[in-house]
């Protein structure tokens, strides 16, 4: 971790390579913490429709990504 | 495409599928692929086997197994992703900590979307893991090589964006790592 670490401290908070590595970084964690709350309210029998309205997307969008086939 | 391979990238795309089967995964990922590069450290009498002995990865390979797994715990993040995102004040390391503490162990790490059917009977290779397959061609045809081996199939590797590609850069096997080792004539690394 430190080498890793050193190496973003080093390189500043200006630098770009950071900033874009950290947005791409937070878009994959994203997609995985969906995944997990997700899969967490079909668990407890939420209809696609009611995950849907949280998310703030359309009931096909997400059933499409999450649902099984 | 895997006419080209050969005996060696054969095996380890083999071996890839067989690392993706134990870990019942739905994909043949990158992880898979370098975990079966690294089976050939055994042997070590491939190409690109030879370069990551000179390279002396073979002394790191249980830290670099642990790396993977440490990365996809964290959801796919490498050292280097989690080091950004410290630097935007997000510690992934609690992140983590708080979905597992609600949702179970490896909860960042289950593989997203549905389940799908496999269409030839034998699970797919993952979207990254195709992209590896044909840079792989490519380098070997910049390099002017007829057939695939595995040492274009490292590079492949090493030079893709991406959690295994970082995770190889740190462990010593980056990109320029893995050209400079194979630019050495073996067994001209013992003369050396």
């Known amino acids: 971790m430190t080498e890793a670490t050193d190496l973003a401290q080093q390189a500043g908070d200006r630098d770009p390579r950071v900033g874009l590595r950290a947005v791409a970084a937070l878009r994959r964690l994203v997609e995985q913490l969906e995944a997990v709350q997700v899969r967490s309210a079909r668990a407890r029998g939420w209809s696609w429709q009611e995950i849907a309205n949280e998310l703030g997307v359309s009931r096909q969008a997400v059933h499409k990504k999450h649902g099984r086939h | ?192």
């Open chain 2, 1 to 192: 495409m895997f006419e080209k391979f050969s005996q060696d990238a054969r095996a380890a795309v083999e071996g890839a599928v067989g690392h993706a089967e134990r870990a019942d995964a739905r994909t043949i990922t990158e992880e898979h692929l370098l975990l079966a590069l690294l089976d050939l450290l055994d042997p070590g009498e491939a190409p690109g086997a030879r370069a990551l002995l000179a390279l002396g990865v073979d002394q790191r390979r249980t830290e670099l197994t642990t790396a993977l797994r440490e990365a996809r715990r964290a959801g796919g993040l490498s050292r280097a992703d989690i080091a950004a995102l410290a630097r935007l004040g997000i510690d992934v390391g609690e992140v983590v900590a708080r979905v597992e503490e609600a949702h179970g162990p490896d909860a960042l790490a289950a593989e997203r979307g549905p389940r799908r059917w496999w269409p030839r009977g034998h699970r797919p290779f993952s979207r990254e893991a195709r992209s590896v397959l044909v840079r792989a061609l490519r380098i070997a045809q910049g390099r002017g090589d007829r057939a695939i081996g595995d040492e274009h199939l490292l590079l492949g590797l090493a030079s893709g964006p991406g959690v295994v590609a970082d995770v190889m850069a740190e462990h010593g096997a980056s990109w320029a790592d893995i050209e400079r080792a194979l630019a050495v004539p073996w067994p001209g690394r013992a003369a050396s």
